[in-house]
Every structure is written in structure tokens, then in C-alpha cells.
DNA sequence: CCTACCGATCGGTAGG
DNA sequence: CCTACCGATCGGTAGG
């Protein structure tokens, strides 16, 4: 019985994180209010605060898990695939994927709604956020290393970041160019 | 005496336009109060409405002063530039000056509370925009034609304008690399 | 999880 | 521009 009932909270968690995550994108966290969360998972507002103890920790978990489902996508991209270049490839693929397809909207809310964090709560992203840039710069280097990129690391991965965070505010899936698209547009534009 | 007071209302319009703009970039539109606005040039919160109608009003001044001195800028740093290529690097410089010079903090607030302004504010704002990005269409254009961009002008502004505009996440004014670095750096990987 | 509520804050106004 | 204020809203709580 209290397993059950263990499991239902959970999913009625993860329907709360869903809908907030959605809504700090759409409206942005401080635009968004405890009430519109519940309502729209069909709560009422002071019931939040038995899953969560403050607006706040909410948006902390909505990175958090984004970033670790962004993490493990990651990884799999990167499963099988040998040569640096493909790496950047399987790597622009995924960050694109969780940016763009439906239903991701931790990274963009992880973008524009870092301020809204405490500092204590942002130090607990940047760990999480570092392991992410570390599959990156590992690529860079060897790329760098085989002179196919002309500039440093570091400026490499943070014009690379710019380029594709940016899609989010221009690409439309009705569009011609697919997803995988945009990647490769990105691909022959960073390495010679 | 009619004029006096005009020109002294007008300055004290600039300063609130200023310090909101910096607040804004500080801590985003929706956490910034009329108060702390009113407290930062040393005025009463409800003397804000006597200068402006609304809170939502200051932000579109905001954006809107801004784009256009970004406009000015732009055109006067392409005074005399002759090859598409000095052209597009006097673009980035330009554009970066805007974006990360001390006291510039219109096209920060321009690009992350876009989602506070109202439909018909933001209709006001695209038109300017359009016009920012028209130098940028015709030096891209031209660059294209000449075989040094491989992608489309659009695809390729794109990712120029996210690579730039995430320069204001990480770049750092103490470190050795200076502004016209990043927009050289920002060449180099472009064009070829 | 709901009900009922509160203290604080906020954008904005009236009248001078 | 200030004073004095208001109506609405918001995050959060107590008690069940």
C-alpha cells in the first residue's frame, strides 16, 4: 500500500516537473506562477508545496534532470563512433535534439532562466554542467590536434555553443531543413 | 522657463531609461520593480508614471533606443570599408562593441526579454531589427557570391548572430583576448 | 492532496 | 515630481 502510493507521487512529480518546465519556456519562470503549474496538472496551488518547498526548487529540478537526460543522450550518441569528426557530428546531433525537438524544454529554460536560481543551486548545475562540456572539449582537442580547427578549444566550443543555443530562437520544424540538418550545416562551417 | 524644464524632464527620462536598462540586464525584467528603478535615479515609484505610461513601456524605450544607436553604430563603423570581408568584420566589431562594451545594455535586454513585451511592442521592435539585420544580409551576400561562405546567407547570419550574442555569456573584459579578438576569431572560422 | 488563508509585494492611480 | 493609497496577485503555510 505504501508502495503504491509512493509511485503515484512519483508520477505526479514528474507531471508537475513536465508541465513547469514547459511553461518556464514558454512564459519564463517568473511569469509563470505556482498556480498555473497546478492547474495544469490539475492541482491546487498549495498542494505544490507537498512535492516541492519552494517555486524555486522546481525550476533547480527541472535543469537538474534535464541536464542529466541531456547527459545520457549524450553518451549515446557517442556509442560506436570513431573518428573526432563524427564525434562532433553525433555531439551537434544530440545538444540539437534535446534544444529542438518537442517536448526538451529543459535546456532552453536552463539558458534564460539562470538568474532565477540561487547560488547555491547554480553551483549544483555548473558540476553537472561541466561533465556536459567535457565530451565537447575532449572532441575539440583532437580535431584541434589534427589542425582541422583554426582557432582554440575553448573559443571553438563556446562559438559552436552560441551557434546551435541560438537555433532555438529561429528553427521551425515545418521547415525544409531537418534537425540532422542543421547539424551538418554546423558541422562544415566549424571543421576544414 | 517652459524650455528649461523640458530639457530637465528630458535628461531625467535618459537616466531612467539607462538605469532600467541596466537592471533589466542585471536581474531580467520581471524581478526588477518600478521601486528599484525609482530608487536608482532617486525618485518616488509612482513619479515613474508621470514620464512613462506603463512598466512595459520603459522595456519597449529600452529596446528600442538601443536599436537604434546599434543602427547608427553600425553604419557609421562601415563608413569607407571596401571588401565584403573588411565589411563583415567591421559588422562583428560593431556589433560586439554594442554587446559587450560597458554601459550597452540594450541588446542583452533585446534578446532575453523579448517574451515581456507585448504583441504590438514586439511588432515595433521587428521592424528595427529588420533593418539591423539588412547590412548583414547584403555583406553576407556578397561574400557568398565571391565562393567564401558555404552555406546559405541566412543559415550562415544565423550562426554568426548566435556564436556573437553568446559572447555575452562567457566573455570577460579582464582576460587578454579584447573585443576585436573575439570578432577576428569569429572571421576566421566564417569566412575562408 | 484540499481548504482557507495570510503577509508581502507589485504596478499603477488620484490629487496636489 | 511627491504623498498616500489601492486592488490584485503571488509564494507559501496550517491544519486536516
Redesign the interface.
Known amino acids: 500500500m505504501a508502495k503504491v502510493k509512493t509511485h503515484e507521487e512519483a508520477n505526479r512529480r514528474t507531471d508537475l516537473v513536465r508541465a513547469a518546465a514547459r511553461l518556464f519556456r514558454e ?2 519562470f ?2 509563470t506562477t505556482v498556480r498555473d503549474i497546478a492547474n495544469a496538472v490539475g492541482m491546487q496551488s498549495g498542494s505544490i508545496f507537498y512535492y516541492f518547498k519552494s517555486k524555486e526548487e522546481i525550476l533547480l529540478v527541472v535543469m537538474e534532470e534535464g541536464l542529466l537526460l541531456a547527459l545520457q543522450d549524450q553518451e549515446t550518441a557517442l556509442q560506436g563512433v570513431n573518428t573526432a569528426r563524427e564525434k562532433l557530428r553525433a555531439l551537434m546531433r544530440a545538444h540539437l535534439k534535446t534544444l529542438l525537438e518537442r517536448g526538451s524544454d529543459f535546456i532552453p529554460v536552463l539558458l ?1 532562466e539562470w ?2 536560481l540561487s547560488e547555491e543551486s547554480q553551483a549544483r548545475i555548473v558540476n553537472l554542467r561541466d561533465r556536459y562540456e567535457q565530451s565537447w572539449n575532449e572532441t575539440l582537442q583532437a580535431l584541434k590536434d589534427e589542425g582541422a580547427i ?2 582554440s578549444v575553448r ?2 566550443r ?10 532555438a ?2 528553427y521551425d520544424p515545418n521547415l525544409r ?1 531537418d534537425i540532422d540538418g ?1 547539424a551538418d ?2 558541422l ?3 571543421v ?1
Chains 1, 2 share one sequence.
Open positions: 512564459k519564463g517568473e511569469r534564460y538568474k532565477s583554426p582557432t573559443i571553438t563556446l562559438f559552436v555553443f552560441g551557434a546551435l543555443n541560438w537555433t530562437q529561429w531543413l542543421v550545416r554546423a562544415e562551417l566549424f576544414r
